[in-house]
T-cell receptor
């Protein structure tokens, strides 16, 4: 398996533009997570899906952020409009439901908003 | 809410020596999972080792082992025979056994290996 695949790996955009980050989880995994990593806040969970349904979105910072999982093999995280403080590395991770399972991370998308 | 604290922002060790990274956590739960993740410059988050709270025996994976002290809520990582490839950020993480499977991360420790 190719692992969790995120695209793009790097994104530079201007303030006010819409940004869409994409994630393909590992085939067969039914839990998907979006994390954000910044120097100030470290790694924090934004949203968590189970069987394509959002379970916990309490970490989504504000209405400018939205996430979807239209099917088991694809998820998007959208920021509209983007702001410089959104600059961070965004990770997608997937796992099988169940307690004794490991979360596998993608390589992350480094977003820079100028 | 659970919290994870890594009190050492940076650590360094001589190649082939042993180093221990500290982690403490706060929870009211009795059953949970603890993890150490490695993040090299490539940004990839790599699972190093994990521990189930209900297991008294400390987990070991080759040169990596943990010292899990449940009563003290402490979960340190020991790296033996340090290698240059061990240089990375190391994150301690907590996951509840109930409800959501989200990981709660510590702030990380940057480990440098001196040749």
């Amino acid at each position: 398996d190719a692992g969790v695949i995120q695209s793009p790996r790097h994104e530079v955009t201007e303030m006010g533009q819409e940004v869409t980050l994409r994630c393909k989880p590992i085939s067969g995994h039914n839990s998907l997570f979006w994390y954000r990593q910044t120097m100030m806040r470290g790694l924090e969970l934004l949203i968590y899906f189970n069987n394509n349904v959002p379970i916990d979105d309490s970490g989504m910072p504000e209405d400018r952020f939205s996430a979807k999982m239209p099917n088991a093999s694809f998820s998007t995280l959208k920021i509209q409009p983007s702001e410089p403080r959104d600059s961070a590395v965004y990770f997608c991770a997937s796992s099988l439901s169940g307690m004794n399972t490991e979360a596998f991370f993608g390589q992350g998308t480094r977003l820079t908003v100028v | 809410a659970q919290t994870v604290t890594q009190s050492q922002p940076e650590m360094s060790v001589q190649e082939a020596e042993t180093v221990t990274l500290s982690c403490t956590y706060d929870t009211s739960e009795s059953d949970y999972y603890l993890f150490w993740y490695k993040q090299p410059p490539s940004r990839q988050m790599i699972l190093v080792i994990r521990q189930e709270a209900y297991k008294q025996q400390n987990a070991t994976e080759n040169r990596f082992s943990v010292n899990f002290q449940k009563a003290a809520k402490s979960f340190s990582l020991k790296i033996s025979d340090s290698q240059l490839g061990d240089a990375a950020m190391y994150f301690c993480a907590y996951r509840s056994s109930q409800g959501a499977q989200k990981l709660v991360f510590g702030q990380g420790t940057r480990l440098t290996i001196n040749p």
